[in-house]
Structures are given as C-alpha cells and as structure tokens.
C-alpha cells in the first residue's frame, strides 16, 4: 500500500516540475540574457519529469515487480528531486512581481548566477538517470515474471 502513496508523491513532483518549466519560460521570455539557460534548464526539467511519471506508473502497477529497496530509492529520489526543483525556484527572481517590472539589477544578476544554473542541471542530469535505470529494472522485471509465467503455462502461447 505504500507504493501508492510513492506514486503519488513522484506523480507530484513531476506535475512540479512541470509548472517549473512554465515559470522557467516566463522567466526566459522575460530576460534576454537568460532565455538560453532558462531554456536548456526547462528542457531537462521537463524530460525528467517525464522519467518520474513513468516511475510512478511502474511502481502504480496493478502487477508490483518492485522490491522494498525501489520503494526506499523511490523516496529518496522524491525528496532530492523535491530540494533540487526547489534550489532552482529560488534561482528565479520573485514571481510576484510582474515579469514586466524585473528591475535592471535582478537581470544582471542573474548573469552571476549561470555557474550555479550548471551545477544543478548537471544534479538533474544525475537524478534523471537514475530515475530511468530504475524505469527500467522495474520494466525489465515485468517482463522477466511475464516470460516465467508463460514458461510455466505453455498452452497460452500464440500458435
């Protein structure tokens, strides 16, 4: 039971990820000097937060092929990917104000700010590529328990 309450803390942090990615564009489309970083930073954002839908549907599974440790890298994966969208909210100027208000010094700081824009899209790099190998142990799982079932029972392969 608690692989629902897994999924659907990962289904969240993708759907977070997600406005993310909305704010990153705005924030782009608003900025000159940071539209291609804030592009680049959107894009990845918004392939792993696809990779965590697919995570939480495999682990959504009517079918669980899961073990306990999936579920525990699973938390560990929501709660750093949660500090991760988070640092890079914190990148962004405030979004209370109107985009078209940015003062002069918000835009230039943000110029300082490209070296830390690496760092964490290479921590999201790193995430992303966990989150697919684990998809995929957990798709290769599946697939292993379907080849042992038909292997038991013979008769229900296609003639």
């Known amino acids: ?12 942090i993708a759907s977070a990820g997600i406005k ?3 704010t990153l564009y705005e924030f ?3 900025v000159s000097s940071a539209r291609e970083q804030t592009d ?9 937060s696809q990779a965590l839908e697919l995570l939480g549907e495999r682990l959504d599974d009517d079918k669980p092929v899961h073990s306990r440790k999936a579920l525990v890298l699973a938390c560990e994966l929501c709660e750093q990917s949660h500090a991760l969208f988070d640092k ?22 943000w110029n ?15 995430l992303k590529s966990t989150v697919q190998l684990l998809v995929q142990v957990l798709f290769t799982g599946r697939r ?9 029972y013979p008769f229900l392969l296609p003639k």
């Open 112 to 126: 300082f700010r490209k070296s830390r824009v690496n760092l964490l899209v290479g921590e999201l790099e790193y």
């Open 88 to 109: 890079i909210q914190d990148l962004l100027p405030d979004q209370q104000r109107c985009h078209n208000q940015l003062s002069w010094l918000q835009k230039v700081a």
């Open 40 to 48: 680049y930073v959107a894009k990845n954002v918004t392939l792993y």
């Open 1 to 12: 039971m608690a692989e629902v309450g897994i999924a659907a803390s990962i289904i969240g």
């Open 20 to 22: 993310l990615t909305t």
């Open 28 to 30: 782009g489309s608003t």
């Open 144 to 152: 292993i328990c379907a080849f042992r079932f038909v292997g038991q």
